[in-house]
Protein backbone atom coordinates (compact mmCIF):
# COMPACT_ATOMS: atom_id res chain seq x y z
CA UNK A 1 0.00 0.00 0.00
CA UNK A 2 0.89 3.59 -0.53
CA UNK A 3 1.99 5.00 2.32
CA UNK A 4 1.21 8.61 1.35
CA UNK A 5 -2.81 7.48 1.08
CA UNK A 6 -2.47 7.26 4.95
CA UNK A 7 -0.81 10.98 5.34
CA UNK A 8 -3.71 13.19 6.35
CA UNK A 9 -4.18 16.37 4.05
CA UNK A 10 -2.81 19.58 5.03
CA UNK A 11 -4.64 21.13 7.75
CA UNK A 12 -6.66 18.31 8.96
CA UNK A 13 -6.14 16.85 11.94
CA UNK A 14 -7.22 13.41 14.29
CA UNK A 15 -8.71 14.32 17.64
CA UNK A 16 -7.75 11.17 19.95
CA UNK A 17 -9.81 10.86 23.09
CA UNK A 18 -7.64 13.07 25.48
CA UNK A 19 -8.30 15.80 22.46
CA UNK A 20 -11.91 15.16 22.05
CA UNK A 21 -12.08 16.06 26.10
CA UNK A 22 -10.91 19.88 25.98
CA UNK A 23 -12.99 20.10 22.80
CA UNK A 24 -15.95 18.48 24.90
CA UNK A 25 -15.12 20.81 27.84
CA UNK A 26 -15.28 24.23 25.74
CA UNK A 27 -18.16 22.97 23.75
CA UNK A 28 -20.13 21.89 27.22
CA UNK A 29 -19.38 25.73 28.54
CA UNK A 30 -20.38 27.58 25.87
CA UNK A 31 -23.67 25.56 25.75
CA UNK A 32 -24.38 26.53 29.23
CA UNK A 33 -23.26 30.03 29.12
CA UNK A 34 -25.90 30.18 25.91
CA UNK A 35 -28.80 28.55 27.65
CA UNK A 36 -28.24 30.61 30.58
CA UNK A 37 -29.15 33.45 28.28
CA UNK A 38 -32.09 31.71 26.17
CA UNK A 39 -30.37 30.83 22.77
CA UNK A 40 -31.24 27.41 21.49
CA UNK A 41 -29.61 25.32 19.28
CA UNK A 42 -29.33 24.36 15.55
CA UNK A 43 -27.61 22.57 12.94
CA UNK A 44 -27.11 23.51 8.99
CA UNK A 45 -25.49 21.02 6.71
CA UNK A 46 -22.07 20.85 5.75
CA UNK A 47 -21.99 21.78 2.15
CA UNK A 48 -24.38 24.14 0.63
CA UNK A 49 -24.70 25.76 -2.89
CA UNK A 50 -21.43 28.10 -3.92
CA UNK A 51 -23.77 30.78 -4.43
CA UNK A 52 -25.11 30.76 -0.87
CA UNK A 53 -21.63 31.92 0.13
CA UNK A 54 -20.70 34.22 -3.17
CA UNK A 55 -23.77 36.21 -2.72
CA UNK A 56 -22.09 38.62 -0.32
CA UNK A 57 -18.68 38.02 -0.20
CA UNK A 58 -18.54 37.84 -4.21
CA UNK A 59 -16.76 35.25 -6.67
CA UNK A 60 -13.25 36.10 -4.72
CA UNK A 61 -14.40 33.90 -1.73
CA UNK A 62 -14.21 30.99 -4.58
CA UNK A 63 -10.11 30.25 -3.75
CA UNK A 64 -10.82 30.20 0.00
CA UNK A 65 -13.31 27.54 -0.07
CA UNK A 66 -12.98 24.17 -1.00
CA UNK A 67 -15.65 23.66 -3.85
CA UNK A 68 -16.95 20.53 -5.50
CA UNK A 69 -19.66 20.04 -8.51
CA UNK A 70 -22.61 17.51 -8.16
CA UNK A 71 -26.04 16.51 -10.43
CA UNK A 72 -27.51 20.32 -8.39
CA UNK A 73 -24.45 22.22 -9.70
CA UNK A 74 -21.52 23.97 -7.77
CA UNK A 75 -21.47 22.77 -4.18
CA UNK A 76 -19.20 24.45 -1.09
CA UNK A 77 -17.64 23.05 1.94
CA UNK A 78 -19.08 25.52 4.89
CA UNK A 79 -16.64 28.26 5.47
CA UNK A 80 -19.12 29.85 8.08
CA UNK A 81 -22.57 29.18 9.76
CA UNK A 82 -24.44 33.06 9.71
CA UNK A 83 -25.24 32.77 5.71
CA UNK A 84 -26.77 28.97 6.15
CA UNK A 85 -28.78 30.15 8.79
CA UNK A 86 -29.64 33.41 7.25
CA UNK A 87 -31.06 30.85 4.78
CA UNK A 88 -32.80 28.57 7.16
CA UNK A 89 -34.53 32.31 8.61
CA UNK A 90 -35.26 33.15 4.80
CA UNK A 91 -36.96 30.67 4.44
CA UNK A 92 -38.92 30.05 6.69
CA UNK A 93 -37.47 27.08 8.91
CA UNK A 94 -37.84 29.46 12.12
CA UNK A 95 -40.50 30.32 14.02
CA UNK A 96 -40.30 34.28 13.77
CA UNK A 97 -43.35 34.48 15.95
CA UNK A 98 -40.79 34.28 18.95
CA UNK A 99 -38.94 37.13 18.02
CA UNK A 100 -35.82 38.01 18.99
CA UNK A 101 -34.49 34.80 17.61
CA UNK A 102 -31.85 33.20 19.76
CA UNK A 103 -29.80 30.59 17.59
CA UNK A 104 -26.12 29.57 18.52
CA UNK A 105 -24.55 26.23 17.04
CA UNK A 106 -21.17 24.63 17.41
CA UNK A 107 -19.85 22.97 14.11
CA UNK A 108 -16.85 22.43 11.82
CA UNK A 109 -16.27 24.77 9.29
CA UNK A 110 -13.77 24.78 6.33
CA UNK A 111 -11.74 26.74 4.48
CA UNK A 112 -8.89 26.56 2.20
CA UNK A 113 -6.35 29.01 3.92
CA UNK A 114 -2.45 28.07 4.03
CA UNK A 115 -2.60 26.41 7.40
CA UNK A 116 -0.40 27.30 10.21
CA UNK A 117 -0.41 27.51 14.30
CA UNK A 118 -3.71 27.94 15.05
CA UNK A 119 -5.05 28.00 11.62
CA UNK A 120 -6.52 24.97 9.88
CA UNK A 121 -8.47 23.84 6.84
CA UNK A 122 -11.27 22.08 9.19
CA UNK A 123 -11.89 23.58 12.22
CA UNK A 124 -14.47 24.20 14.57
CA UNK A 125 -17.11 27.37 14.92
CA UNK A 126 -19.54 27.95 17.63
CA UNK A 127 -21.64 31.07 17.22
CA UNK A 128 -24.58 32.64 18.12
CA UNK A 129 -27.36 34.87 15.90
CA UNK A 130 -29.51 37.17 17.44
CA UNK A 131 -31.98 37.65 14.78
CA UNK A 132 -35.20 40.42 15.43
CA UNK A 133 -33.66 43.15 17.26
CA UNK A 134 -32.16 46.79 15.91
CA UNK A 135 -32.15 47.81 19.32
CA UNK A 136 -27.97 47.94 20.85
CA UNK A 137 -28.91 45.70 24.11
CA UNK A 138 -28.78 43.16 21.48
CA UNK A 139 -25.19 44.30 20.38
CA UNK A 140 -24.47 44.57 23.91
CA UNK A 141 -25.90 41.57 24.89
CA UNK A 142 -24.49 39.40 22.10
CA UNK A 143 -20.72 40.64 23.04
CA UNK A 144 -21.62 39.66 26.65
CA UNK A 145 -22.61 36.70 25.58
CA UNK A 146 -18.99 36.10 23.96
CA UNK A 147 -16.95 37.75 27.49
CA UNK A 148 -18.92 35.54 29.70
CA UNK A 149 -17.88 32.50 27.90
CA UNK A 150 -14.65 33.07 28.48
CA UNK A 151 -14.75 34.10 32.31
CA UNK A 152 -16.70 30.62 32.55
CA UNK A 153 -13.43 28.79 30.81
CA UNK A 154 -11.16 30.80 33.25
CA UNK A 155 -9.28 32.52 30.33
CA UNK A 156 -7.90 35.85 31.44
CA UNK A 157 -5.56 38.57 29.13
CA UNK A 158 -8.60 38.82 26.53
CA UNK A 159 -8.82 42.00 24.80
CA UNK A 160 -12.06 42.89 23.15
CA UNK A 161 -12.09 45.66 20.48
CA UNK A 162 -14.95 47.27 19.19
CA UNK A 163 -15.62 49.34 16.19
CA UNK A 164 -18.82 50.18 13.90
CA UNK A 165 -19.59 49.41 9.97
CA UNK A 166 -22.12 52.04 9.94
CA UNK A 167 -19.56 54.93 10.64
CA UNK A 168 -17.29 53.83 8.37
CA UNK A 169 -20.09 53.12 5.56
CA UNK A 170 -21.74 56.48 6.45
CA UNK A 171 -18.44 58.11 6.24
CA UNK A 172 -17.86 56.63 2.73
CA UNK A 173 -21.67 57.56 1.65
CA UNK A 174 -21.45 61.27 2.79
CA UNK A 175 -18.09 61.43 0.36
CA UNK A 176 -20.28 60.07 -2.76
CA UNK A 177 -18.97 56.56 -2.68
CA UNK A 178 -21.80 54.61 -4.21
CA UNK A 179 -23.30 51.86 -2.16
CA UNK A 180 -22.12 49.22 -4.05
CA UNK A 181 -18.82 50.38 -4.24
CA UNK A 182 -18.85 50.49 -0.53
CA UNK A 183 -19.33 46.72 -0.54
CA UNK A 184 -16.45 45.44 -2.65
CA UNK A 185 -14.36 48.00 -0.62
CA UNK A 186 -15.23 46.71 2.77
CA UNK A 187 -13.34 42.38 1.68
CA UNK A 188 -10.08 44.41 0.95
CA UNK A 189 -9.95 47.24 3.39
CA UNK A 190 -10.01 44.44 5.78
CA UNK A 191 -7.09 42.35 3.96
CA UNK A 192 -5.67 45.82 3.89
CA UNK A 193 -6.10 46.37 7.88
CA UNK A 194 -5.26 43.06 9.10
CA UNK A 195 -1.98 42.71 7.26
CA UNK A 196 -1.22 46.26 8.88
CA UNK A 197 -2.01 44.95 12.13
CA UNK A 198 0.00 41.29 11.61
CA UNK A 199 3.23 43.41 10.09
CA UNK A 200 2.59 45.83 13.81
CA UNK A 201 2.66 42.54 16.19
CA UNK A 202 5.76 41.60 14.42
CA UNK A 203 7.33 44.92 15.01
CA UNK A 204 6.61 45.44 18.23
CA UNK A 205 7.53 41.57 19.18
CA UNK A 206 11.24 41.82 17.09
CA UNK A 207 11.47 45.63 19.23
CA UNK A 208 10.87 44.30 22.32
CA UNK A 209 13.30 41.46 22.27
CA UNK A 210 17.28 41.83 21.72
CA UNK A 211 18.31 38.55 21.29
CA UNK A 212 16.97 35.00 20.59
CA UNK A 213 14.00 33.95 18.83
CA UNK A 214 11.10 36.04 19.45
CA UNK A 215 9.06 34.80 16.24
CA UNK A 216 7.78 31.63 16.26
CA UNK A 217 8.73 29.51 12.70
CA UNK A 218 4.96 29.82 11.26
CA UNK A 219 5.35 33.71 12.56
CA UNK A 220 8.70 34.29 10.93
CA UNK A 221 7.37 32.60 7.87
CA UNK A 222 3.80 34.37 7.55
CA UNK A 223 6.76 37.92 8.17
CA UNK A 224 8.48 36.89 5.16
CA UNK A 225 5.33 35.79 3.03
CA UNK A 226 3.75 39.09 3.56
CA UNK A 227 6.96 41.07 2.68
CA UNK A 228 7.38 39.37 -0.23
CA UNK A 229 3.95 40.00 -1.68
CA UNK A 230 4.27 43.39 -1.03
CA UNK A 231 7.18 43.17 -2.96
CA UNK A 232 5.56 40.91 -5.73
CA UNK A 233 2.97 43.86 -6.08
CA UNK A 234 5.49 46.90 -6.32
CA UNK A 235 7.27 44.77 -8.79
CA UNK A 236 4.43 44.13 -10.83
CA UNK A 237 3.21 47.90 -11.21
CA UNK A 238 7.25 49.09 -11.93
CA UNK A 239 7.18 46.61 -14.83
CA UNK A 240 3.88 48.15 -16.17
CA UNK A 241 5.22 51.28 -15.49
CA UNK A 242 8.52 50.61 -17.70
CA UNK A 243 5.68 48.84 -20.26
CA UNK A 244 4.09 52.33 -20.30
CA UNK A 245 1.21 50.44 -19.37
CA UNK A 246 0.19 51.66 -15.42
CA UNK A 247 -2.30 53.85 -14.86
CA UNK A 248 -0.58 55.28 -11.81
CA UNK A 249 1.35 58.61 -12.97
CA UNK A 250 5.15 58.34 -13.54
CA UNK A 251 5.61 60.61 -10.76
CA UNK A 252 4.85 57.77 -7.75
CA UNK A 253 7.60 55.57 -8.93
CA UNK A 254 9.90 56.67 -6.22
CA UNK A 255 7.99 55.46 -3.87
CA UNK A 256 7.95 52.12 -5.93
CA UNK A 257 11.32 51.26 -5.76
CA UNK A 258 13.06 47.95 -5.05
CA UNK A 259 14.63 46.87 -1.42
CA UNK A 260 16.80 44.17 -1.64
CA UNK A 261 16.62 43.37 1.82
CA UNK A 262 12.86 41.18 1.74
CA UNK A 263 15.25 38.98 0.08
CA UNK A 264 17.84 38.66 2.84
CA UNK A 265 14.52 38.98 6.02
CA UNK A 266 15.48 35.42 6.84
CA UNK A 267 19.51 36.15 7.27
CA UNK A 268 18.79 38.95 9.60
CA UNK A 269 16.43 37.09 11.65
CA UNK A 270 19.23 34.80 12.25
CA UNK A 271 22.24 37.07 12.79
CA UNK A 272 19.68 38.43 15.54
CA UNK A 273 19.23 42.15 12.96
CA UNK A 274 16.26 42.39 14.48
CA UNK A 275 16.10 46.60 14.08
CA UNK A 276 16.78 46.43 10.78
CA UNK A 277 13.99 43.88 10.22
CA UNK A 278 11.87 46.52 12.30
CA UNK A 279 12.98 49.26 9.54
CA UNK A 280 11.87 47.02 6.56
CA UNK A 281 8.12 46.06 8.27
CA UNK A 282 8.03 50.09 8.25
CA UNK A 283 8.30 50.30 4.77
CA UNK A 284 6.47 47.40 3.66
CA UNK A 285 3.28 48.47 5.75
CA UNK A 286 3.72 52.41 4.26
CA UNK A 287 3.77 50.87 0.85
CA UNK A 288 1.26 48.33 1.11
CA UNK A 289 -0.91 51.74 1.86
CA UNK A 290 -0.02 53.85 -0.18
CA UNK A 291 0.10 51.27 -3.42
CA UNK A 292 -3.84 50.29 -2.25
CA UNK A 293 -4.39 54.08 -2.43
CA UNK A 294 -2.72 54.26 -5.82
CA UNK A 295 -4.51 51.51 -6.84
CA UNK A 296 -7.96 52.44 -6.20
CA UNK A 297 -7.22 55.94 -7.52
CA UNK A 298 -6.31 55.26 -10.69
CA UNK A 299 -7.24 52.17 -11.29
CA UNK A 300 -10.79 52.34 -9.69
CA UNK A 301 -12.35 49.80 -7.62
CA UNK A 302 -15.03 47.51 -10.20
CA UNK A 303 -18.62 47.40 -8.43
CA UNK A 304 -20.52 46.30 -11.63
CA UNK A 305 -20.27 45.47 -14.96
CA UNK A 306 -18.51 48.17 -16.49
CA UNK A 307 -18.81 50.08 -13.38
CA UNK A 308 -15.69 51.58 -11.70
CA UNK A 309 -15.44 53.98 -8.68
CA UNK A 310 -12.32 55.61 -8.68
CA UNK A 311 -11.34 57.06 -4.84
CA UNK A 312 -10.06 60.52 -4.98
CA UNK A 313 -6.48 60.31 -3.05
CA UNK A 314 -7.85 62.82 -0.28
CA UNK A 315 -10.85 60.38 0.33
CA UNK A 316 -8.55 57.62 0.71
CA UNK A 317 -6.33 59.37 3.67
CA UNK A 318 -9.12 60.78 5.55
CA UNK A 319 -10.27 56.87 5.28
CA UNK A 320 -6.90 55.83 6.99
CA UNK A 321 -7.45 58.23 9.92
CA UNK A 322 -10.46 57.22 10.50
CA UNK A 323 -9.70 53.93 10.85
CA UNK A 324 -6.55 54.86 12.68
CA UNK A 325 -9.15 56.06 15.61
CA UNK A 326 -8.46 54.10 18.86
CA UNK A 327 -8.95 53.73 22.72
CA UNK A 328 -11.04 53.96 25.20
CA UNK A 329 -14.83 55.64 24.25
CA UNK A 330 -14.51 58.51 26.47
CA UNK A 331 -11.32 59.29 23.57
CA UNK A 332 -12.30 57.29 20.97
CA UNK A 333 -16.29 59.11 20.39
CA UNK A 334 -15.03 62.92 20.37
CA UNK A 335 -12.10 61.69 18.03
CA UNK A 336 -14.47 60.37 15.85
CA UNK A 337 -16.89 63.08 15.99
CA UNK A 338 -13.66 66.33 15.42
CA UNK A 339 -12.67 64.22 12.33
CA UNK A 340 -16.38 63.35 10.72
CA UNK A 341 -18.99 65.93 12.35
CA UNK A 342 -22.47 65.06 13.38
CA UNK A 343 -24.32 65.41 10.37
CA UNK A 344 -26.70 63.44 8.59
CA UNK A 345 -26.17 59.66 8.20
CA UNK A 346 -22.64 60.29 10.36
CA UNK A 347 -24.43 61.60 13.23
CA UNK A 348 -26.74 58.73 13.12
CA UNK A 349 -24.12 56.25 12.93
CA UNK A 350 -22.20 57.85 15.41
CA UNK A 351 -25.18 58.07 17.97
CA UNK A 352 -26.10 54.61 17.19
CA UNK A 353 -22.43 53.36 18.33
CA UNK A 354 -22.76 55.40 21.32
CA UNK A 355 -25.43 53.97 22.48
CA UNK A 356 -24.17 50.53 21.80
CA UNK A 357 -21.10 51.63 24.20
CA UNK A 358 -23.72 52.61 26.45
CA UNK A 359 -25.67 49.10 26.92
CA UNK A 360 -22.57 47.35 27.13
CA UNK A 361 -21.89 49.19 30.70
CA UNK A 362 -25.53 47.38 31.86
CA UNK A 363 -24.05 44.50 30.97
CA UNK A 364 -20.78 44.71 33.19
CA UNK A 365 -18.36 44.98 29.91
CA UNK A 366 -15.87 46.69 30.61
CA UNK A 367 -12.35 47.55 29.32
CA UNK A 368 -12.71 47.23 25.82
CA UNK A 369 -10.65 49.79 23.12
CA UNK A 370 -13.17 51.18 20.67
CA UNK A 371 -11.30 50.20 17.66
CA UNK A 372 -12.04 51.81 14.08
CA UNK A 373 -9.63 49.54 12.19
CA UNK A 374 -11.71 46.44 12.49
CA UNK A 375 -13.71 46.43 9.04
CA UNK A 376 -14.62 42.36 9.20
CA UNK A 377 -13.97 40.83 5.70
CA UNK A 378 -17.32 39.54 5.24
CA UNK A 379 -19.48 42.21 3.52
CA UNK A 380 -22.08 41.57 5.19
CA UNK A 381 -21.48 43.48 8.48
CA UNK A 382 -23.75 46.80 8.51
CA UNK A 383 -23.34 48.01 12.40
CA UNK A 384 -21.17 47.52 15.28
CA UNK A 385 -18.34 45.09 14.86
CA UNK A 386 -16.04 43.37 17.44
CA UNK A 387 -12.78 40.88 17.45
CA UNK A 388 -11.41 39.49 21.10
CA UNK A 389 -7.78 38.33 20.80
CA UNK A 390 -5.47 36.79 22.92
CA UNK A 391 -2.27 38.39 22.48
CA UNK A 392 -0.19 35.23 24.10
CA UNK A 393 -1.56 32.76 20.76
CA UNK A 394 0.78 34.99 18.38
CA UNK A 395 -0.25 35.49 14.79
CA UNK A 396 -3.64 33.62 14.84
CA UNK A 397 -4.68 35.56 18.28
CA UNK A 398 -8.39 35.97 17.15
CA UNK A 399 -10.46 33.85 19.25
CA UNK A 400 -14.15 35.43 18.22
CA UNK A 401 -15.31 37.79 15.85
CA UNK A 402 -18.84 39.22 15.25
CA UNK A 403 -20.98 41.89 14.98
CA UNK A 404 -24.57 43.35 13.51
CA UNK A 405 -26.17 42.39 9.93
CA UNK A 406 -28.89 44.13 9.62
CA UNK A 407 -29.47 43.43 5.20
CA UNK A 408 -28.68 39.67 4.89
CA UNK A 409 -32.14 37.70 5.86
CA UNK A 410 -33.54 40.60 3.49
CA UNK A 411 -30.93 39.66 0.83
CA UNK A 412 -31.64 35.89 0.88
CA UNK A 413 -34.91 36.54 -0.19
CA UNK A 414 -36.36 36.86 3.57
CA UNK A 415 -38.18 39.05 5.48
CA UNK A 416 -36.27 42.25 6.67
CA UNK A 417 -34.68 41.53 10.23
CA UNK A 418 -32.20 43.10 11.95
CA UNK A 419 -29.57 41.03 13.56
CA UNK A 420 -25.87 40.52 14.96
CA UNK A 421 -24.21 37.57 16.35
CA UNK A 422 -20.00 36.11 16.76
CA UNK A 423 -18.53 32.86 15.90
CA UNK A 424 -15.72 31.75 18.18
CA UNK A 425 -12.69 29.69 17.08
CA UNK A 426 -13.56 26.44 19.09
CA UNK A 427 -9.74 25.32 18.56
CA UNK A 428 -8.13 28.56 19.63
CA UNK A 429 -10.13 28.33 22.54
CA UNK A 430 -8.75 25.16 23.40
CA UNK A 431 -5.07 26.10 22.67
CA UNK A 432 -5.71 29.64 24.74
CA UNK A 433 -6.56 26.74 27.60
CA UNK A 434 -3.95 25.09 27.43
CA UNK A 435 -1.50 27.89 27.04
CA UNK A 436 -2.85 29.31 30.51
CA UNK A 437 -2.79 25.68 31.98
CA UNK A 438 -6.79 25.88 32.66
CA UNK A 439 -7.49 22.59 31.20
CA UNK A 440 -9.01 20.41 33.39
CA UNK A 441 -7.71 17.38 34.33
CA UNK A 442 -8.54 14.22 31.90
CA UNK A 443 -12.07 12.46 33.37
CA UNK A 444 -10.97 8.90 33.39
CA UNK A 445 -12.55 5.89 31.40
CA UNK A 446 -14.30 4.46 34.21
CA UNK A 447 -14.98 5.12 38.04
CA UNK A 448 -15.35 1.74 38.47
CA UNK A 449 -13.36 -1.43 36.92
CA UNK A 450 -15.13 -5.54 37.17
CA UNK A 451 -12.86 -8.11 37.29
CA UNK A 452 -14.44 -11.60 36.63
CA UNK A 453 -11.86 -14.25 37.56
CA UNK A 454 -12.95 -17.24 35.57
CA UNK A 455 -14.81 -17.72 32.48
CA UNK A 456 -17.81 -19.55 34.84
CA UNK A 457 -18.44 -15.74 35.86
CA UNK A 458 -18.37 -13.72 33.44
CA UNK A 459 -22.29 -14.18 33.61
CA UNK A 460 -23.39 -13.28 37.05
CA UNK A 461 -19.97 -10.10 36.60
CA UNK A 462 -21.85 -8.83 33.52
CA UNK A 463 -24.88 -9.15 35.10
CA UNK A 464 -23.96 -7.03 38.08
CA UNK A 465 -21.86 -4.75 36.03
CA UNK A 466 -25.31 -3.58 33.84
CA UNK A 467 -27.02 -2.76 37.40
CA UNK A 468 -24.10 -0.44 38.35
CA UNK A 469 -24.68 1.15 35.10
CA UNK A 470 -28.30 1.27 35.69
CA UNK A 471 -27.65 2.96 38.83
CA UNK A 472 -25.47 5.85 36.87
CA UNK A 473 -22.33 4.14 37.78
CA UNK A 474 -19.10 4.32 35.34
CA UNK A 475 -18.39 1.07 34.68
CA UNK A 476 -16.28 -1.28 32.38
CA UNK A 477 -16.09 -4.82 32.66
CA UNK A 478 -13.13 -6.64 31.22
CA UNK A 479 -13.56 -7.97 28.34
CA UNK A 480 -9.79 -9.75 28.14
CA UNK A 481 -9.62 -13.06 30.26
CA UNK A 482 -6.58 -11.68 31.99
CA UNK A 483 -5.14 -12.64 35.22
CA UNK A 484 -6.11 -11.22 38.23
CA UNK A 485 -2.89 -9.31 38.77
CA UNK A 486 -2.47 -7.72 34.93
CA UNK A 487 -6.10 -7.16 35.57
CA UNK A 488 -5.77 -4.85 38.87
CA UNK A 489 -3.08 -2.95 36.82
CA UNK A 490 -5.09 -2.80 33.98
CA UNK A 491 -7.77 -0.59 36.56
CA UNK A 492 -4.92 1.64 37.69
CA UNK A 493 -3.56 2.39 34.45
CA UNK A 494 -7.53 3.14 33.24
CA UNK A 495 -7.30 5.59 36.49
CA UNK A 496 -10.93 3.68 38.15
CA UNK A 497 -11.23 4.29 41.69
CA UNK A 498 -12.50 0.99 42.31
CA UNK A 499 -12.51 -2.62 41.10
CA UNK A 500 -14.95 -5.24 42.06
CA UNK A 501 -13.39 -8.75 41.43
CA UNK A 502 -15.85 -11.40 40.95
CA UNK A 503 -15.15 -15.02 41.71
CA UNK A 504 -17.06 -18.25 41.86
CA UNK A 505 -18.00 -17.44 45.37
CA UNK A 506 -19.36 -14.02 45.17
CA UNK A 507 -21.30 -15.47 42.23
CA UNK A 508 -22.61 -18.28 44.33
CA UNK A 509 -23.74 -15.55 47.53
CA UNK A 510 -25.04 -12.60 44.87
CA UNK A 511 -22.23 -10.28 46.46
CA UNK A 512 -19.45 -8.28 45.51
CA UNK A 513 -15.93 -7.74 46.28
CA UNK A 514 -15.04 -3.97 46.54
CA UNK A 515 -11.65 -2.80 45.90
CA UNK A 516 -10.59 0.27 46.53
CA UNK A 517 -7.85 0.54 44.33
CA UNK A 518 -5.70 3.67 46.19
CA UNK A 519 -5.62 2.03 49.74
CA UNK A 520 -6.69 -1.89 48.64
CA UNK A 521 -8.97 -2.20 51.65
CA UNK A 522 -11.48 -4.54 50.18
CA UNK A 523 -15.15 -5.26 51.50
CA UNK A 524 -17.59 -8.00 50.44
CA UNK A 525 -21.29 -7.13 50.27
CA UNK A 526 -24.64 -8.12 48.46
CA UNK A 527 -25.27 -6.12 45.22
CA UNK A 528 -28.04 -3.45 46.00
CA UNK A 529 -24.97 -2.37 49.30
CA UNK A 530 -21.74 -2.82 47.21
CA UNK A 531 -23.72 -0.21 44.76
CA UNK A 532 -24.50 2.46 47.91
CA UNK A 533 -21.18 1.55 49.06
CA UNK A 534 -19.12 2.25 45.66
CA UNK A 535 -21.57 5.98 45.10
CA UNK A 536 -20.30 6.75 48.35
CA UNK A 537 -16.79 6.07 48.17
CA UNK A 538 -16.88 7.83 44.40
CA UNK A 539 -18.59 10.75 46.22
CA UNK A 540 -15.76 11.58 48.64
CA UNK A 541 -16.59 9.04 51.47
CA UNK A 542 -14.13 5.99 52.91
CA UNK A 543 -14.62 2.91 51.34
P1 LIG B 1 -14.57 34.55 11.04
O1 LIG B 1 -15.78 33.82 10.53
O2 LIG B 1 -13.47 34.68 10.03
O3 LIG B 1 -14.90 35.81 11.76
O4 LIG B 1 -13.95 33.58 12.14
C1 LIG B 1 -14.46 33.47 13.44
C2 LIG B 1 -13.43 32.78 14.29
O5 LIG B 1 -13.16 31.48 13.76
C3 LIG B 1 -12.07 33.47 14.29
O6 LIG B 1 -12.02 34.46 15.28
C4 LIG B 1 -11.13 32.34 14.58
O7 LIG B 1 -11.04 32.13 15.98
C5 LIG B 1 -11.82 31.15 13.95
N1 LIG B 1 -11.18 30.79 12.67
C6 LIG B 1 -11.36 31.37 11.47
N2 LIG B 1 -10.63 30.75 10.51
C7 LIG B 1 -9.97 29.74 11.12
C8 LIG B 1 -9.05 28.72 10.70
N3 LIG B 1 -8.68 28.62 9.42
N4 LIG B 1 -8.57 27.86 11.64
C9 LIG B 1 -8.94 27.96 12.94
N5 LIG B 1 -9.80 28.88 13.39
C10 LIG B 1 -10.31 29.76 12.51
Excluded at 148 to 169: F, K, S, T
Excluded at 335 to 349: D, N, T, Y
Aim: proline share 6%.
Amino acid sequence: MEKSILRLPRGLRDFPPEEMAKFSYVENKIRRVLELYGYQEVRTPIFERFDLFALRSGEEIRSRMFVFSTDEGEMALRPEVTAPIARMVATGKLDLSKKPLKIYYIGPCYRYDEPQAGRYREFWQAGVELIGSPYPEADAEVIRLATRVLEELGLEGYVLRIGDMAVIRAFLTQEGVPEEAVNRIIGPLDVLTSSLDKLRMYREKLSEANSGRPLGPDELSDLIRRCDEIRRLKEEELLKMDAGESLIPKAYEGLLEPDPRVYRLKELYEEGSFDEICDVLDKKAEELVVLTKLRWAYYGVEYGPGQTYKMPEEVFDKLMELMSISGPGDEALPALEKLLGRSGQVGQALSRFEEALKALSWFGVEGFTVDMSIVRGLEYYTGTVFEIDFPFLGAQKQVCGGGRYDKLVEEFGGPSLPAVGFAFGVDRLVLALERSGKVPPARPRCDVYVIPISEEVLDYAIRASEQLRSSGLRTEVSLSRRKLREELSIADKLGARLAIIIGPREAEEGKLTVRDLETREQVSLPLKEAIRHVKAALAGGKT
